[in-house]
């Protein structure tokens, strides 16, 4: 029991040190603010316990009123002077807990945009990321943990001070204290374990809630909503969140009140027996009254500084067990950048997916299984399949967001997992069927880092004749600045569906990679507009390796190559007259598209 105490101070030392260490990274002002506030609070502190005694000393002597007078001004002198440097810091450090809480955020940003894309779509990850960041934004959980530490120097200092003017009186009287100092904070710790079992349930209320109330927030599900008469369901999921939320408050209230019951009472006690043993000293003529007010003050002081040291404590050791999500968060390894091979950029790389197959993390289930093609520069290469057979999750592996569970991704003759991923990445160009627009200006949503280059808008004009959206953005009151969406500005420009599309090719256009992938790309456009994007992308990849996904046979006619995915396997490979003749799956799914042209 001893040991795993002993483990359990460890690694909350560490964890301290951790966040201590990334705090002072972030803000090297905030502890030395919080240490000047410590000691500024030490003399205030000795001030309110020395103060009465100077003046009914005067009072009850020879009551010389100029020297009352000299003593109760200097006092409010000294302690006007004590509550400005206190107000002067509580501003500073204000200002530098914000600028921590936003550095955290950078910073668990950071991990979140270096996180492999695996571990960003697994569900149990954005749980830890709820429970990590949840202590921070709703508990304070860095902020009450570093005052706690600065409050155990603080209180430290003057208890030493006041355990010596104590013991004087009564080392018995010192005793007394510390035995109901420590019923309370037994009582607090119960309080305190409560809370954190409680916050951890309610990290999943919240994420619960969250998504429940975005719903009812989003435009996007408005019509939906209506048209199938949703709405009791969703407030039905609300009110039952809300339900479960508050039966855990009230449960947790109950607990909670039961021990600030007792606490109560405790301290009711340890009042009592200072006021009666203080009083008898009086009485028997050991200590003035001056005496009195000065030991009764100390009393008070050493009771609720050791309350406090060790309440300070066990919350620190609190906050550190909120924060251990967090350290699991960040332990999270980034995505893999290996350094061991470059690619030549200006050569057209040949890709051999050898043996592949692949499940998803905690899943039992194969996604892919046993795949292999070979892939080269100038190849258009059509892959097709019903739902769910596969084809997506394959261009997440050619991308390097999904490491194989068996078998090996080669690129120019090298595994892609020995190549620097943000260099590998540069080779493709991606228009994900639900590819998203940022509420950034037209010009920075197709340009992204280059926006700022010279020369840029002429660029920009380039990229919307060639998706023909030149004529439309030019007509907008700030043509390619103007800001898209409504989110932060209500002036922002809401396109189409195929127009916001035409955006994204053009924006992979632009990248002008060696590799282009379509996956359900002109979806969303109507015919004339998917041949305007077909003729653009036939004129500008000639010589590249152009991947496309599509539920539409129809655009397989003019693929080199075709590859029909059926449970995670190619199930049938060759172009779409090969695949015709052999008259297996992909031709009776052709054909059945077909029918539906047919008048």
């Known amino acids: 029991m001893v040991s795993t ?3 359990g101070l460890k690694n909350d030392i560490i964890i301290a040190k951790h966040f201590l260490a990334l705090v002072t990274k972030i803000s090297k002002l905030y502890t030395a603010y919080i240490t000047l506030y410590a000691i500024v609070n030490c003399f205030d502190t000795f001030l309110i316990i020395m103060a009465p005694k100077f003046i009914i000393d005067e009072l009850l002597g020879e009551q010389r009123l100029t020297v009352i007078l000299t003593i109760i001004a200097a006092i409010i002198g000294l302690k006007f002077f004590l509550v400005c440097i206190k107000d002067f810091l509580d501003s500073k450090i204000n200002v530098e807990n914000l600028r921590i809480k936003e550095g955290f955020n950078l910073h668990i940003g950071n991990i979140i945009m270096d996180m492999p894309i695996e571990n960003i779509e697994d569900p149990k990850i954005l749980t830890l990321k709820k429970k990590a960041m949840f202590p921070i934004h709703d508990q304070d959980a860095i902020k009450r943990m570093l005052d706690g530490l600065f409050r155990i120097l603080q209180q430290f200092i003057v208890l030493i ?100 019951g007792l606490i109560n009472v405790n301290l009711q006690i340890q009042t009592l027996i200072v006021y009666l043993y203080l009083a008898y000293k009086v009485v028997t003529k050991s200590i003035s009254i001056a005496d009195f007010t000065m030991y ?26 909120y924060l251990e999500n967090y350290m699991k968060l960040e332990s999270i390894p980034a995505q893999k950048c290996s350094e061991s091979s470059s690619l030549d950029m200006k050569r057209e790389p040949v890709i051999e997916v050898r043996n592949v197959w692949f499940k998803y ?15 080269n520069p100038g190849e258009k290469i059509s892959i097709v399949g019903l739902n769910g057979a596969g084809k997506t999750t394959f261009i997440k592996l050619l991308l390097g967001f999904y490491e194989p569970s068996k078998g090996e991704i080669y690129v120019a003759g090298k595994p892609i997992k020995e190549y620097n991923f943000e260099e590998y990445v540069r080779l493709f160009s991606v228009v994900f069927q639900d590819s998203k627009l940022f509420s950034f200006s037209i010009k920075e949503n197709l340009l992204l880092n280059d926006h700022y280059h010279a020369g840029s808008n002429q660029v920009v004009g380039d990229i919307l004749k060639r998706v023909s959206m030149y004529d439309y953005v030019n007509s907008l009151n700030n043509g390619a600045d103007s800001l898209m969406f409504k989110m932060l500005d209500d002036g922002g420009v809401e396109f189409s569906g195929g127009q916001n599309q ?98």
Do not use: W
């Open 5 to 7: 105490a002993l483990q």
């Open 161 to 260: 001070t006041i355990a010596g003017l104590l013991s004087i009186l009564n080392p018995l009287l010192m005793l007394a204290l510390l035995v109901i100092v420590l019923l309370n904070v037994r009582l607090l710790k119960n309080n305190q374990k409560n809370l954190y079992d409680f916050n951890s349930a309610l990290a999943e209320f919240d994420k619960k809630f969250d998504y429940y109330q975005n719903t009812t927030t989003d435009y996007s599900f408005g019509k939906d909503v209506r048209l199938y008469d949703a709405s009791n369901l969703v407030i039905g999921k609300i009110h039952s969140c809300v339900k479960s939320s508050i039966a855990a408050f009230f449960k947790l209230d109950r607990i909670q009140g039961r021990n600030n």
């Open 296 to 321: 009764m003050n100390a009393a008070n002081k050493f009771s609720s500084g050791l309350s406090d040291i060790l309440s300070s404590y066990n919350e620190i050791r609190q906050m550190c067990r």
């Open 361 to 375: 993390p905690r899943s039992h289930d194969y996604i892919l299984k046993n795949i292999s093609i070979t892939m």
């Open 502 to 599: 035409k955006l994204v090719v053009g924006r992979a256009l632009h990248k002008n990679a060696s590799i282009l992938i379509l996956d359900e790309a002109t979806s969303a456009l109507d015919p004339v507009s998917e041949k305007e994007i077909d003729d653009i992308i036939d004129a500008n990849t000639q010589d590249k390796l152009v991947i496309f996904i599509s539920h539409k046979l129809s655009s397989c006619q003019k693929a080199d190559k075709v590859l029909f995915f059926q449970d995670g396997e190619i199930a049938e490979s060759g172009n779409h007259k090969e695949l015709m003749e052999l008259n297996r799956e992909y031709a009776a799914l052709y054909r059945l598209q077909m029918e539906n042209y047919i008048a």
